[in-house]
C-alpha cells in the first residue's frame, strides 16, 4: 500500500502536479494603441496633448450619433426628444436601435406589399371583362400610329 503510494508521489512530481506554478502572463498588446502606449507614458507628456495613434483609435462606447443616427434612436423609441440623447453614446445601443429599426421597417413594407395586393385585386374586379392591358396597350399603339399618320401627311403638304 505504501508503495502504491509512494509511486503516485513520484508520478506527481514527475508531472509537475506538486510544483507551483507561474502565473500565466498576458500577451503583449499589439496594434496602434499599444505602439501609442508603449512610444508615450503618461509622466512624459502634458495632460492634453494627444498623440496620432491615439487620434486614431476610439475607445469602446464613444461613439458620435449623427442626426439620421439620433432619429433612429427616436424612432425606435430609446429617447423620446433629441435633447436627451447624450453626445457619446455606447456602439451596442446604436445597433439594438437601428436592428429595431430595420425590424419596423420590414413590418411596413410587409403590410404595404399586402395593402397594394389588395389594391390590384380591387382594381382588377372593378375593370370589365374585355380590359386587360394587352388590349391598353394594343390601343394606345393604334392611336400613336394615327397620330404618326397624321404627322407624316402633315409634313408632306
Not at 413590418?107 to 395593402?115: A, C, H, R, S
Request: with cysteine.
Amino acid at each position: 500500500m505504501l508503495a502504491a503510494a509512494g509511486s503516485r508521489a513520484c508520478l506527481g512530481r514527475l508531472l509537475g502536479e506538486g510544483q507551483r506554478r507561474a502565473p500565466l502572463l498576458r500577451p503583449a498588446a499589439r496594434g496602434i494603441a499599444a505602439t501609442a502606449a508603449s512610444s508615450s507614458s503618461a509622466h512624459n507628456r502634458s495632460p492634453g496633448a494627444i498623440s496620432s495613434a491615439e487620434k486614431m483609435y476610439k475607445a469602446p462606447g464613444s461613439y458620435k450619433p449623427s442626426n439620421f443616427d439620433k432619429k433612429i434612436l427616436m424612432w425606435t423609441g430609446r429617447f423620446k426628444t433629441e435633447e436627451e440623447i447624450p453626445s457619446r453614446i455606447p456602439p451596442e445601443m446604436l445597433d439594438i436601435a437601428r436592428n429595431k429599426a430595420r425590424v419596423k421597417a420590414c413590418y411596413l413594407m410587409i403590410g404595404l406589399t399586402i395593402i397594394a395586393c389588395f389594391a390590384v385585386i380591387a382594381s382588377a374586379r372593378r375593370a370589365e371583362h374585355h380590359e386587360s392591358l394587352t388590349s391598353w396597350n394594343l390601343a394606345k399603339k393604334a392611336k400613336w400610329r394615327e397620330e404618326a399618320a397624321t404627322s407624316a401627311e402633315f409634313k408632306t403638304k
